[in-house]
């Protein structure tokens, strides 16, 4: 199930295999073997793979709403350069049956105005538009750009031949469509959506057929997906609360440890019979490591623990170096 996942995500983004391996990191044939169901990748690797597709995957209808906010859109108008040209009175043109035609001068003047991205790799101007003396020339600018914003929300088929399947190489097109992609911010934006979106497929999508060979170590590898969710519910590449709930299917078979040097109230919390420590428990909890420590630094033969510790080395359970 997870290898035919990752290779629906490949070919959704057109990507080839040589491309996703090189860019999470792995060779081809690896690749090759883990999409056809011979090999189930550990998590490292997994979420290399997972983090490639989701760093190149595109816009879409079914993301734009997320991605294309409002406060994107104010970052995306930064990148443009409005070039002012020529005023002239506005023609108000008559035509006649024979397609003859005359005009009248309205009495307005427009100006006319270019649109051009200030980035390398445009050279030309993307748009114009022209903005009368009774027009704002603030709502004109801003029409014509979010038109151009929203492109990527249209899920009319036609529309979607024009966007590009996925982001490599995305800066050597002049298209307007790509423009998008040239705003950190909607990047990020759109890295999170699909990061969270092909996680919680991953996690709560399809389910594990008891037949498959490899259903105990595909369980294995969700199961330690599942744990990365914080706690509204998403898988973000940022951990908000940097925190990680440690199951008990989490820790079946496996030895955990933490470092209790490093390790405070406010950095852990742990349950005795099914309960929260409180505050007091864990002070007092703190003062009895503090008496470990400071039996260990001083090394006491006389003290309780340095007595446990010679009874052992002296039934044999190891020497006086350990």
Same mark, same amino acid.
């Given at each position: 199930?997870?290898?035919k996942k990752l290779k629906g995500y490949r070919q959704l983004l057109k990507l080839t295999g040589v491309t996703l391996a090189n860019l999470?990191? /792995?060779?081809q044939p690896y690749l090759s073997e883990i999409e056809n169901e011979k090999k189930v990748p550990p998590i490292d690797t997994f979420m290399n793979l997972i983090n490639a597709i989701s760093q190149n995957a595109p816009v879409t209808p079914e993301n734009s709403n997320q991605v294309l906010t409002e406060n994107n859109f104010k970052l995306f108008k930064k990148q443009f350069v409005v070039t002012?040209?020529?005023? =002239?009175?506005e023609k108000n043109y008559n035509y006649s049956e024979d397609g003859d035609h005359d005009y009248d001068l309205t009495g307005h003047n427009t100006t006319i105005y270019t649109i051009t991205p200030n980035v390398s790799d445009y050279s030309?101007? /993307?748009?114009?538009?022209?903005?009368?003396?009774?027009?704002?020339? =603030?709502?004109?600018?801003?029409r014509v750009l979010r038109e151009l914003y929203l492109l990527h929300s249209n899920s009319q088929e036609e529309y979607r031949e024009l966007f590009r399947p996925n982001l490599l190489d995305f800066e050597i097109?002049?298209?307007?469509?790509?423009? /998008?992609y040239y705003v950190p911010q909607i990047r990020t934006s759109l890295f =999170?959506?699909?990061y969270n979106h092909i996680l919680q497929d991953f996690v709560y999508g399809d389910k594990i057929e008891n037949n498959n060979p490899n259903f105990n170590l595909e369980k294995e590898l969700l199961i330690s997906v599942s744990s990365l969710e914080?706690? =509204?519910g998403n898988f973000s590449p940022v951990s908000t609360d940097n925190s990680v709930n440690l199951s008990k299917e989490l820790l079946d078979g496996?030895?955990?440890?933490?470092?209790?040097r490093i390790t405070t109230d406010k950095n852990i919390k742990l349950l005795l019979d099914g309960q929260l420590l409180s505050n007091d428990e864990l002070t007092a909890l703190k003062f009895t490591l503090n008496g470990i420590r400071y039996n260990r630094k001083s090394n006491n033969q006389n003290s309780y623990f340095g007595r446990k510790r010679q009874k052992l080395i002296d039934e044999g359970y190891f020497d006086d170096k350990d």
């Open positions: 199930m997870i290898g999470a990191g /792995i060779n002012k040209g020529e005023t =002239e009175k030309t101007p /993307i748009a114009m538009f022209n903005v009368r003396d009774n027009e704002n020339f =603030e709502i004109e600018l801003d097109n002049e298209s307007s469509a790509d423009l /998008i =999170e959506w699909w914080n706690d =509204e496996k030895t955990i440890t933490i470092d209790l």
